[in-house]
């Protein structure tokens, strides 16, 4: 046996924000304290710090929050 302790897959990194909409209608931010910049929001952002550092790419606001809607 490995000694070595397995870690969860890697956080999904996704094509564009039409792509990781469909899993994740509010975006993703990286903490729950995120504030969104772009003013008021549809849908309340899904928070991972991993799935946020595998896709901030597309937060073009930098406010910590991807492909918020």
Known sequence: MNA??????????YKNCTELNKDYKGGVARSSSAKNKGGKTK???YVSQ????????????GDSIACEK
């Open 43 to 45: 849908y309340k952002p």
């Open 4 to 13: 070595e302790a397995k870690t969860t897959s890697a956080a999904k990194t």
């Open 50 to 61: 991993a799935l946020y550092d595998a896709n901030k790419s597309k937060d073009r606001d």
